[in-house]
């Protein structure tokens, strides 16, 4: 069994050497950027985690886990479109259309959901690609009641757009390692709390955002309280 | 055997009656609408034609039939958009941007996409998602190179963004009856020229509309030019 750290390890050198489709030309630039950019790349970790939890080596569960995190990484790219959110950095670099432009931008996040897919699809079983379009679809659902719909259950927000994705870590793990369908139902009940777990660190990373702006903007000395906020954060992944 | 107008309307009744996936939430709509802004239905046509010449019955080639539609749907819907070719209209309707707003045409976009590979995840096989996403994959290079380079061959540009889903409606419909890979060679050879055809139709078509424009433009009576420029017109696909 790898540790946590040991899997990441194993993704990033994954992520670095993936063959990207040639027909893609000069738009594959724009992609291998977008997933240089980094991150904890949890959901993978978690896709390999629940494999050799199973008993299978990682090279089965790879692709399936990378599809994950090109899946995760469309959605930050278009995220951060003008249109969208209209975020000029992610993680301290300039965001994919910022570096490249905003045709470039829509088209990188098209072509990791379609290099995404052709990672689900190398399982001879198209459950892992089925598995994995729900999931995109119901992150697409969250994106939307997020962004579009005003006073949306919050809740229901953020089990579709953070939560969908981390329970798609562990189901995508199961069809890859061929887990039988009649035994898969303790995962998904893991499955759905884990996506409920990460959806509450979030809405505890966002109030801690909230707590810290309000913070400074009171014109005292708030050393102490902000030690005190400090002493509770909690690590997004 | 049906008659491609047949095959057309059995497009547009399954469409109309396509099941979106819940998750989406109103997210639906927009999908729903570009989708209804209608067009030939050229690609599903095609594949259900070579799956009925295979001797396979239409319910078994419909789901990747609506899957080349949907990616067809998902390129227009993105390319209409701001950052691209900035279109407030298609086929006489307003774009999907311009009707629901740029956040939900990007989001209406990756919608189809990811749809598209949830019918081609219908079949037990995941060739059918191997092939859409290849050839999604080598259309966004296509537009790519045809938005972001300049002077790039223009042919192979065509042969991408317009010959590489034609390509896909033949090879998806074999994968979708399970034609073995050994039989599809001359298939395949099929579907080259396929694209090609449609790559020089295109061309021709380019070629049509600068006529037009160059003969408005002049000042005269140029109407039985123009009769003659539309005896020679063939139609777009």
Redesign the interface.
């Known amino acids: 069994m790898h540790s946590p750290e040991e899997l990441k390890g194993l993704v990033e050198e994954a992520l670095e050497r993936i063959d990207l489709?040639p027909?893609?030309?000069?738009?594959a630039t724009s992609v291998r950027y977008s997933l240089e950019v980094g991150g904890k790349r949890v959901r993978p970790v978690i896709a390999l985690a629940v494999g050799e939890a199973l008993g299978a080596p990682v090279e089965q569960v790879l692709p399936a886990a990378l599809a994950l995190e090109l899946v995760h990484t469309?959605s930050l790219v278009?995220d951060d479109?003008?249109?969208?959110d209209d975020d000029d950095e992610r993680r301290g670099q300039p965001s994919t259309?910022k570096k490249f432009?905003?045709?470039?931008?829509?088209?990188a996040?098209?072509?990791l959901?379609?290099?995404a897919?052709?990672l689900?699809?190398?399982?001879?079983?198209?459950?892992?690609?089925?598995e994995?379009?729900?999931a995109?679809?119901?992150m697409?659902?969250?994106?939307?009641?997020d962004?579009?719909?005003d006073g949306y259950d919050l809740a229901a927000v953020h089990r579709?757009k953070t939560g969908?994705l981390f329970y798609a870590s562990v189901t995508l793990a199961l069809w890859a390692v061929e887990l039988p369908e009649e035994d898969q139902a303790p995962w998904r009940g893991f499955a759905e709390e884990l996506g409920l777990l990460f959806q509450i660190v979030d809405d505890i990373l966002d109030e801690d955002g909230y707590v810290r702006e309000h913070l400074a903007e009171i014109d005292a000395d708030t050393t102490v309280l902000r030690d005190i906020v400090d002493s509770l954060a909690v690590r997004r992944a």
Request: no cysteine; aromatic share 8%; net charge negative.
């Open positions: 489709w027909e893609l030309h000069g738009q469309f278009h479109l003008p249109a969208m259309w432009g905003e045709g470039v931008g829509v088209l996040g098209d072509a959901l379609a290099e897919v052709r689900a699809a190398r399982y001879e079983s198209s459950a892992v690609a089925r994995l379009a729900e995109t679809l119901g697409i659902g969250g994106q939307y009641l962004t579009m719909v579709l969908r």
